[in-house]
């Protein structure tokens, strides 16, 4: 597509539901990445794909958090028993090339509400 | 590792004077640095980068950056403000050195322009 797409724009979910959220990167990008950011805060960087090589989770805040990718399509980003804490936005970004040498493309994000 | 400080939670100015947005950078092989725009609601938008080459870096929307080695740092710059230019402004960077590092944002810097 024309830029990055991110399903649903904005999402209210009780105290323990899982949640997913998906991305669908510019066509042809080879990376995709997830931050999240909380209100009054910067980006926090969750998970990086690149092509098939393993993802780099290093980001991911605990076990309740997962993400794949097909190929170099889209994403999901699931959430798993949600907590309060995780009310925040969810941005997906993806690059041409590896690591975003020349910088990222952002989705419109994901608004995240745990209740 | 790599890091970003925005020392400046917001910024104050009147339309029409000359607006710096800083940013501070730490990194420890070739930095390659970035500047974005978030409006309400919305993603982030790129407006410049600096990867190599002459320090002043001109972008959209009529922002420049300088580049600093000595300083490390890579400030936001603009000649005359717009009211328009209010938003959010995050600083990134990333370790040119690394083809598979991402990018780390400051916590950002709002920018309120007055009439």
Same mark, same amino acid.
């Given at each position: 597509?024309?830029?990055?797409s991110?399903?649903?724009? %904005?999402?209210?979910?009780?105290?323990?539901? #899982?949640?997913?959220? *998906?991305?669908?990167?510019?066509?042809?990008?080879?990376?995709?990445?997830?931050? *999240?950011? *909380?209100?009054? =805060?910067?980006?926090?960087?969750?998970?990086?794909?690149?092509? %098939?090589?393993?993802?780099?989770?290093?980001?991911?805040? /605990? #076990?309740?958090?997962?993400?794949?990718r097909?190929?170099? /399509?889209?994403?999901?980003?699931?959430?798993?028993?949600? =907590? =309060?804490?995780?009310?925040?936005?969810?941005?997906?970004?993806? /690059?041409?090339?590896?690591?975003? &040498?020349?910088?990222?493309t952002?989705? /419109?994000? &994901? *608004?995240?509400?745990?209740? | 590792?790599?890091?970003?400080?925005?020392?400046?939670?917001?910024?104050?100015?009147?339309?029409?004077?000359? !607006?710096?947005?800083?940013?501070?950078?730490?990194?420890?092989?070739?930095?390659?640095?970035?500047?974005?725009?978030?409006? @309400?609601?919305?993603?982030?938008?790129?407006? !410049?980068?600096?990867?190599?080459?002459d320090?002043?870096?001109?972008?959209?929307?009529?922002?420049?950056?300088?580049?600093?080695?000595?300083?490390? $740092?890579?400030?936001?710059?603009? @000649?005359?403000?717009?009211? $328009?230019?209010?938003?959010?402004?995050?600083?990134?960077?990333?370790?040119?050195?690394?083809?598979?590092?991402?990018?780390?944002?400051?916590?950002?810097?709002?920018?309120?322009?007055? @009439?």
């Amino acid at each position: 597509g024309a830029g990055v797409s991110q399903s649903p724009s %904005n999402k209210v979910t009780e105290k323990g539901k #899982d949640v997913e959220l *998906r991305c669908d990167p510019i066509s042809g990008h080879t990376a995709l990445y997830w931050y *999240r950011q *909380r209100l009054g =805060q910067g980006l926090e960087f969750l998970i990086y794909f690149q092509g %098939n090589s393993a993802p780099d989770k290093s980001g991911l805040p /605990s #076990d309740r958090f997962s993400a794949e990718r097909t190929g170099e /399509s889209v994403s999901t980003l699931t959430i798993q028993r949600t =907590q =309060q804490e995780d009310s925040a936005v969810y941005l997906c970004a993806s /690059s041409f090339l590896p690591g975003g &040498t020349y910088g990222y493309t952002f989705g /419109s994000g &994901t *608004r995240l509400t745990v209740v | 590792a790599q890091s970003v400080a925005q020392p400046e939670d917001q910024v104050n100015v009147a339309e029409g004077n000359p !607006l710096t947005v800083k940013c501070t950078y730490s990194v420890s092989g070739n930095p390659y640095l970035f500047w974005y725009v978030q409006y @309400p609601n919305r993603g982030l938008q790129f407006l !410049l980068k600096y990867i190599t080459g002459d320090n002043l870096v001109k972008g959209s929307y009529g922002f420049e950056a300088e580049f600093n080695k000595s300083q490390t $740092s890579f400030h936001l710059k603009k @000649p005359s403000a717009l009211v $328009s230019d209010s938003a959010l402004y995050f600083c990134a960077v990333r370790d040119g050195s690394s083809g598979y590092s991402t990018l780390t944002f400051g916590k950002g810097t709002m920018l309120l322009v007055s @009439p």
